[in-house]
């Protein structure tokens, strides 16, 4: 699983040693910088308990060790707007 912008991980040492406490962990970028095979830096925030950002990090872990908790929302296609039509008012009889 290469991980996306917007997916939630659950960091353990299965990923690399450095995990002893395991962390929740959303993606921001995968980052291109050389490494090992298999191995991966990663852009984005440690999470808290309650799924709040708490601490932006890039972490180096094993691909195979990472655990998927949430996937990022599907891409949307972007809608391209026109310009708008006036509004045509009907008339209200009152009577």
Not at 37 to 59: F, K, M, T
């Amino acid at each position: 699983m290469l991980p996306r912008s917007g997916d939630v991980l659950h960091v353990t040492r299965a990923a690399s040693v450095q995990f002893l406490r395991p962390i929740m962990f959303r993606v921001i970028r995968v980052l291109d910088w050389p490494t090992y095979d298999g191995w991966l830096w990663l852009d984005g925030y440690e999470l808290n308990a309650a799924g709040d950002a708490v601490n932006r990090r890039s972490i180096f872990v094993q691909r195979q060790g990472l655990r998927q908790l949430r996937a990022a929302p599907e891409t949307r296609p972007h809608t391209v707007r026109t310009a708008r039509r006036p509004v045509v008012r009907t008339p209200v009889r009152v009577g």
